[in-house]
């Protein structure tokens, strides 16, 4: 059974590309999500560390970022945190194998907007990533698939 948490922010995205971060360390992972996001007209950057991600979020701006919970020397409430400090607000969709040991924490984090267990469906993720990118009104949800 797939948990996925909601919390969209209601920002509207304007016209420009709509650019996404892929953070994994299971390369595995990080290409199917790229050639999936990459399909439906996404600019993806991907990353496979937390120091990487902070860095091309120094040097790029991202409309979401998909980012694994566990990463090699930071996890990912780590990188939330640091970039959180220099001003970087992008919302991030958390994916973990293990939901039900961070997801307190993850509600309690403004930048995640959703909580993504593994493995997960292709559906599910452009169900998250696209109430993300493209909702106008603020929702919450928890749903179980």
């Known amino acids: 059974m797939s948990y996925i948490y909601v919390r969209n922010k209601g920002e509207y995205k304007g016209m420009h590309e709509k650019r996404v971060m892929i953070v994994d360390d299971d390369v595995g992972i990080v290409f199917l999500l790229k050639e999936l996001l990459s399909s439906k007209g996404y600019g993806v950057s991907t990353a496979s560390t937390g120091d990487e991600t902070i860095k091309l979020m120094k040097e790029e701006s991202y409309?979401?970022?998909?980012?694994?919970?566990?990463?090699?020397?930071?996890?990912?409430?780590?990188?939330?945190?640091?970039?959180?400090?220099?001003?970087?607000?992008?919302?991030?969709?958390?994916?973990t194998g293990m939901p039900e040991k961070i997801e307190t924490v993850v509600k309690e984090v403004d930048r995640i907007v959703g909580l993504l267990q593994k493995p997960f469906d292709i559906f599910n993720v452009m169900q998250l990533v696209e109430e993300n990118m493209n909702s106008i009104e603020p929702k919450r949800k928890i749903s179980q698939f």
């Open 63 to 95: 409309d979401l970022i998909l980012m694994d919970f566990q990463l090699p020397m930071k996890n990912g409430l780590e990188v939330i945190a640091e970039t959180s400090e220099i001003g970087i607000n992008t919302p991030v969709i958390m994916m």
